[in-house]
């Protein structure tokens, strides 16, 4: 072999050496370890950011809860209530999701706050509820912060049916109370469900919200609730004897 091309060929192995060690180096010490957040399908995906070692790719296709028709309402001695819903859009995959009412004033300058969990169910929604006294600085308003959401498939097909029924409003002793009975029409026993009430005057305007927990409610059941409101002659001399608006949640 001539020697000018047995030089040319040394030099290609050496070449070849030298990239593969500046490969190795640049794979160890340089390139980024494939995460399930790069906005790369690698390190095992199946899809980006998602299958493999990442979260299963239907759950991060999964629409994000959402709070909707957050509602305040006062009295006149200070006492104030927020309703909000909590929607899942998700048919098969219900959400554990934490949330923060937030009371706000005039300048929407937050004056008080309060952490909830709650779960809710696939396609459906969950009612969040939170009471707040005055201290001083007047509520103008409140908004809903949603912020961890854990989704957990929805695969058991025995749940409780709760509905309520000989609902009705009634005053007394400058209080209004909202009566009726809760009945599980559902083949599995409910356990602390919420009943929430918005009672309205008698031209159907919205003038305060109280809940109530029913704490056990077997298969079949049927048990009677009394949801208070605020002690107030103002909202005992306005409200309308017609039904109130009522929302059930069902853990």
Do not use: H
Request: hydrophobic share 40%; with cysteine; net charge negative.
């Amino acid at each position: 072999m001539p020697r000018g091309l047995k030089k040319f060929l040394y030099g290609l192995l050496y070449l070849a050496a030298a990239g593969l060690l500046v490969f190795w180096w640049y794979r160890a010490a340089v390139a980024p370890v494939p995460s399930c957040f790069d906005g790369v399908r690698n390190g095992g995906e199946t899809g980006i950011d998602c299958g493999g070692p990442c979260e299963p790719c239907e759950v991060k296709n999964l629409l994000p809860l959402r709070a909707e028709r957050v509602r305040t309402f006062r009295t006149d001695g200070g006492d104030v209530a927020a309703v909000a819903a909590l929607v899942n859009p998700n048919e098969a995959y219900e959400g554990d999701v934490s949330y923060t009412v937030s009371f706000r004033d005039e300048e929407n300058k937050e004056i008080g706050s309060v952490a909830r969990t709650a779960t809710v169910p696939p396609g459906g929604v969950w009612y969040a509820y939170e009471a707040y006294r005055e201290r001083g600085r007047s509520v103008a308003g409140a908004d809903v912060q949603l912020t961890e959401t854990t989704w957990r498939k929805r695969t058991d097909a025995l749940r409780p049916a709760v509905s309520v029924r000989d609902v009705r409003v009634e005053t007394a002793d400058g209080r209004v109370v909202v009566r009726g009975a809760a009945v599980n029409g559902g083949l599995a026993r409910a356990e602390n469900v919420d009943v929430i009430a918005v009672v309205s005057d008698r031209n159907g305007f919205p003038l305060f919200a109280s809940k109530t927990l029913v704490e056990a409610l077997p298969s079949g059941g049927e048990r009677e609730f009394s949801i208070l409101f605020p002690v107030n002659e103002t909202l005992v001399d306005r409200v309308s004897a017609d039904a109130p608006e009522l929302y059930v949640n069902v853990p």
